[in-house]
């Protein structure tokens, strides 16, 4: 396998998509009963739990959205006939789990469906999602693209993604919505395996309008010597909780993870990063920027964890917050939990200001000071934008930037 990320230059446009149909699955329906019971008697979180600090998610009032029926379109890559007779499989969630043994096996093997009450009602709930197999030894050279469009109401999803050993994969995910008289609920649980040498490069956009609250989590375990490589860009939403959890179960196993975010508006965005060293020799490196307009606000939560089994463990996070006005307001809460003797580890944080002289420096040069506060945004993010090994994938992200 490659030891090298596959640079393609076409990562988003030019990719033939047809619409995923979301099929019932009699098996996932029997599984609900339980996770129904979860969900009903698990209190929704609160913002004086840690993991919820400084997030005021108890202004989310899910009886709103009851009966949390999805209306979500779902456009996904066409596998060529050559991919399909190699093994590779893009379907949808529902028929994956009544054709695959695989699906099964995985779904929900890193992630307990009581881990909080937006978990639970993923399992309970869910009616869309896909799943996606990449079979050993197979190294695709082409991305793997998925858009998810809300449509309505409701997103409840769970998505399944599996790379066995020796094989490699580019995932695209983008989440946007289709903006309604009411809130609108977009609730996401992904699951990520990378087997035994395989790489993953994961991409993953979400661009809310003001009426969205979404709360997304994605796991990823990877086993000996698997490479998973994050990029992340959370743009809206009035509240836009991005959890990126990744577990090191295998030695050799490493982790990069570059995310960022921007919040205008009354917009709320949380991101937390969660990484586990569970095995000897894993290695993980985190770079999380984010800016703040108007009256918005944020809160990064990073952890670092290092079991005992996890010795000479190299891990690291960064997280550099601008704002932009005095209103704004911005929460940084690293953190490192080391139960090992013999790593390295640590983080590193700053929250500041837009610097005045910068602004007055480019406003004598004709600049208003929007289109100065403009640059300095540009110039905030690129360092970040620049780790992303697509051209065309930056210049999304930069229109994003650019709003």
């Known amino acids: 396998m490659a030891n090298t990320i596959t640079k393609h230059e076409n990562l988003i446009m030019k990719i033939p998509m047809k619409e995923l149909i979301q099929n019932k699955s009699e098996i996932a329906s029997s599984g609900k009963e339980d996770a129904l019971e979860i969900f009903n008697s698990t209190p929704i979180p609160n913002e004086k739990g840690e993991d919820w600090r400084y997030t005021e998610i108890e202004k989310l009032k899910l009886e709103n959205f009851a009966p949390f029926e999805s209306a979500v379109k779902i456009s996904a890559t066409e596998l060529s006939e050559n991919l399909m007779n190699r093994g590779v499989i893009l379907t949808d969630i529902n028929s994956a789990l009544e054709k695959y043994p695989a699906a099964l096996n995985y779904f929900f093997k890193s992630c307990k469906m009581d881990k909080d009450k937006f978990v639970a009602l993923s399992a309970a709930h869910f009616n869309h999602g896909i799943f996606l197999y990449v079979p050993k030894n197979l190294e695709l050279t082409e991305p793997i693209k998925v858009n998810f469009d809300m449509a309505g109401m409701n997103s409840i999803l769970h998505n399944l993604i599996i790379v066995e050993s020796n094989a490699h994969l580019d995932f695209i995910e983008q989440y946007s919505n289709k903006e309604t008289a009411g809130e609108q609920l977009n609730v996401c649980v992904t699951e990520v395996f990378a087997n035994t040498n395989s790489k993953i490069n994961f991409y993953h956009i979400n661009n809310w309008t003001s009426s969205v609250y979404s709360i997304t989590n994605i796991i990823g375990t990877a ?169 065309e994938l930056k210049e999304k992200i930069r229109e994003l930037v650019r709003g």
């Open 223 to 391: 086993d000996r010597n698997a490479a998973i490589n994050w990029i992340s860009g959370c743009f809206g939403g009035k509240l836009n909780r991005t959890r990126v959890d990744t577990n090191f179960d295998g030695q050799g196993s490493s982790c990069s993870n570059v995310g960022i975010f921007l919040g205008k508006g009354k917009e709320h965005i949380d991101f937390t990063t969660n990484v586990y060293h569970n095995a000897e020799n894993t290695t993980n490196n985190i770079l999380v920027d984010g800016i703040l307009k108007d009256e918005s606000s944020s809160v990064y939560r990073g952890l670092i964890k290092i079991l005992k089994e996890g010795q000479k463990t190299n891990s690291y996070l960064a997280n550099h917050i601008l704002k932009l006005g005095g209103k704004t307001l911005a929460n940084s809460i690293p953190s490192l939990k080391i139960d090992a003797n013999d790593v390295k580890a640590s983080h590193g944080v700053t929250v500041g200001q837009i610097d005045e002289e910068q602004l007055f420096y480019l406003m004598a040069r004709g600049l208003s000071r929007q289109g100065a506060e403009k640059l300095i945004v540009e110039g905030f993010f690129e360092p970040v934008i620049q780790k992303i090994p697509s051209e």
